[in-house]
Structures are given as structure tokens and as C-alpha cells.
């Protein structure tokens, strides 16, 4: 089971774009999901985190232009994305524990990270 994140591509400054985020097996709950990103020869850092119900972290640079939010019945994690700029070009990567409860099995993941989709914003 891996997170597959999706929804990145070329967008021209000012634009918008939403990516999205669910374990390969769509039965398996995201638990404390996040997103990250990596710039081409910078390190990863975090762009946004559901710490609990109703309790979300931002980095400083894309506070009140990204939104992260979760479909707990799709067992999805979306991060919406708004007055994009250049420097917001990056990979963006989801990261989760996952889970999955059925009957007495309970199976749980910890830290999994997605493939990263590739967000690239013109200037």
C-alpha cells in the first residue's frame, strides 16, 4: 500500500491548482497527513499539516494562499492551492500513516511518503 499524490502541473503565476492524496488501496486512512515540497537543489520542507481535528500548520510562505483539507469518506487528503508564485515550483510529496481496520485486523503504516507530483508556476 503507498500514498499516490496527484493534481500537480504548469501553471502561470497568480493561478491555481489543487493536488490530491490516497493510499493505493482507498480503504486505508490518512492519519496526521502532510504535504512537503522540494525545490530543485533545496532540501524538503513542510508545506502544510493536519495535526488534529480541526488543527492545521502552514509554513510562513504559503499561509493564506494554500488550504489543506481531508474527505475523511474518501479517505483523501487535498491541498488547495491559490495565488501560486515561481518559487512555489517544487515537487510536492504527501506524507501519512495509514491505517486500516476490518473486523479484529488492524494494519498500520507509518510515515508513508507519495511519488510527488511536480508543480512547476511561470512567471
Known amino acids: 500500500v503507498q500514498l499516490q499524490a496527484s493534481g500537480g502541473g504548469l501553471v502561470q503565476a497568480g493561478g491555481s491548482l489543487r493536488l490530491s492524496c490516497e493510499a493505493s488501496?482507498?480503504?486505508?486512512?490518512?492519519?496526521?497527513p502532510a504535504w512537503y515540497r522540494q525545490a530543485p537543489g533545496k532540501q524538503r520542507e513542510l508545506v502544510a499539516a493536519?495535526?488534529?481535528?480541526?488543527?492545521?500548520n502552514y509554513a510562513d510562505s504559503v499561509k493564506d494562499r494554500f488550504t489543506i483539507s481531508r474527505d475523511n469518506a474518501k479517505n483523501t487528503v487535498y491541498l488547495q492551492m491559490r495565488e501560486l508564485r515561481p518559487e512555489d515550483t517544487a515537487v510536492y510529496y504527501c506524507?501519512?500513516?495509514?491505517?486500516?481496520?476490518?473486523?479484529?485486523?488492524?494494519?498500520?503504516?507509518?510515515?508513508?511518503w507519495g511519488q510527488g507530483t511536480l508543480v512547476t508556476v511561470s512567471s
Open positions: 506524507n501519512a500513516d495509514l491505517s486500516h481496520s476490518e473486523g479484529s485486523h488492524y494494519h498500520e503504516i507509518l510515515g508513508s
Open positions: 493536519i495535526i488534529s481535528a480541526g488543527l492545521t
Open positions: 488501496d482507498n480503504m486505508y486512512r490518512l492519519n496526521a
